[in-house]
């Protein structure tokens, strides 16, 4: 049992480099998410409302910055890492306290009036429904921040 776990923890820990899905594409003129792979472990406010991988964006009325340093502050809140903070885009990493597998959240507050957000596992098919319940509790965190 002990080598199986062992095995299990190198494979993991080998496999959660995969970020090729992580950033920033311009699309028909307009600053989008890459897609997410068609797995139920990732959620985005770019993919198309009729996709099972679709979340709604946030619908904002104060300033792009404002947003961005909010988001900022809920992910820290959350627990999360800021791995790039750039001009209107947030990525950050949170880690399971278990395996420690790594899932990516996005933000870009760089729309007018919606903030972008996407929520993916590095690797596996299915995250029992983490990612979603990140981007509602990041949701709801932006909603109930002043």
């Known amino acids: ?8 923890l190198l494979v993991v820990s080998c496999s959660s480099k995969d970020i090729k899905n992580i950033g920033l594409i311009e699309k028909g003129g307009a600053t989008k998410f890459k ?3 068609k797995k139920p472990n990732c959620y985005s406010s770019a993919e198309a409302i009729d996709s099972d991988n679709y979340f709604f964006p946030i ?10 340093e909010k988001s900022l502050k809920i992910i820290a809140k959350m ?10 885009y947030i990525h950050a990493t949170f880690t399971s306290s278990i395996f420690r597998f790594i899932d990516d959240l996005e933000v870009y507050t760089g729309d007018q009036d919606i903030v972008q957000i996407k929520s993916s596992s590095r690797m596996g098919h299915s995250d029992l429904g983490v990612n979603k319940k990140r981007l509602s509790d990041f949701t709801f965190r932006y909603h109930q921040s002043r």
């Open 35 to 37: 897609l997410c792979p």
């Open 1 to 8: 049992m002990k080598k199986i776990l062992i095995s299990l």
């Open 59 to 68: 619908t904002i009325k104060e300033p792009k910055l404002v947003a961005f």
């Open 79 to 88: 627990g999360g890492k800021v791995i790039t903070q750039k001009k209107y």
